[in-house]
């Protein structure tokens, strides 16, 4: 178990990970919420809960992968993960995770999504995860908990989910570029080396994915990005290594997907984004 936070907080190594999973599958309570402080580099064995679980990155990066993609949590996001689906996760950064296990009739979904944690729900997964501590069984605790499920169905969804596909040439091609993306990739270029027509590839992308190359290509290079710019790497380096022709390009499409600029989206993980004339 970790200290409160006015004693500090330790890193879960690998063991006691393994006995978190068996004391949160063998938990009957419906509403389960605990605190965890992974360090960088972390890496979770694939496995899966019976339960729905929201994972909420108080702080620092976390890549969760499963067969299907690969899914971004940036500080001050979520991601509600279905019960019964097997996946892994690595820490990008130091981690301090706060989660939240709730039974399938509570809360069910079909698949991963990326969540923008509100403020009111932040606060009410601190008060769970103190109340957890204690493991009192008040009328506060249930009324807090009804209120977090509410919220919780209303939390507006990020793009920050990378739909793989299940053929296994197309997977090779995605997975290359995540470890070298390029904004100027080319339908024409993936089709050709598939052996494929630019209209067989298209259709055949899409039908894989849920969404077009170009949507997916500018997914990856922003999804590729976050952790680099997570371990302080300059904005500058990171768009030139990405293919577009100067930091403007990458942070307009950086804003139009997720919003805000790449230093004030990372601004609550305490990360410096770090500038070169």
């Known amino acids: 178990m970790l200290d409160d936070h006015s004693q500090g907080l330790s890193f879960l190594r690998s063991d006691e990970h393994d006995a978190m999973l068996s004391f949160i599958d063998g938990n009957n309570e419906a509403v389960l919420a605990l605190r965890r402080v992974y360090p960088e580099g972390f890496k979770s064995p694939v496995h899966l809960h019976r339960k729905t679980q929201l994972w909420f990155a108080h702080s620092g990066v976390v890549i969760v992968s499963t067969g299907d993609g690969r899914w ?3 500080p001050g996001h979520g991601l509600i993960i279905p019960a019964g689906l097997q996946h892994s996760s690595e820490m990008i950064s130091d981690v301090e ?3 939240v296990y709730v039974h399938r009739d509570v809360i069910n979904t079909d698949r991963p999504r990326v969540v923008e944690v509100t403020v009111l729900a932040e606060n009410l997964i601190e008060e769970l995860v103190q109340d957890d501590v204690r493991r009192s069984a008040t009328r506060r605790r249930e009324l807090v908990m009804e209120l977090l499920m509410d919220e919780i169905s209303q939390l507006p969804e990020k793009p920050l989910g990378l739909p793989f596909p299940s053929q296994p040439n197309i997977a090779a091609l995605c997975r290359h570029f995540l470890s070298a993306p390029a904004a100027n ?3 024409d270029d993936w089709a050709q080396t598939l052996g494929m027509s630019r209209r067989t ?6 039908a894989e994915t849920g969404v077009s190359f170009v949507t ?7 999804f590729a990005s976050l952790p680099r710019l997570a371990n302080g790497e300059s904005v500058t380096n990171v ?4 293919g577009y022709e ?3 390009a990458f942070t307009t499409m950086f804003r139009r997907m997720l919003g805000s600029s790449p230093s004030a989206y990372l601004k609550s993980s305490g990360v410096r984004i770090v500038r070169h004339p």
């Open 239 to 242: 768009a030139l290594d990405a």
């Open 72 to 74: 971004m949590i940036p």
């Open 216 to 222: 997916w290509r500018q997914q990856a290079c922003i």
């Open 185 to 187: 990739a080319s339908i």
């Open 97 to 99: 995770m706060h989660s």
């Open 201 to 206: 590839f298209t259709r055949v992308f899409r």
């Open 246 to 248: 100067n930091v403007s």
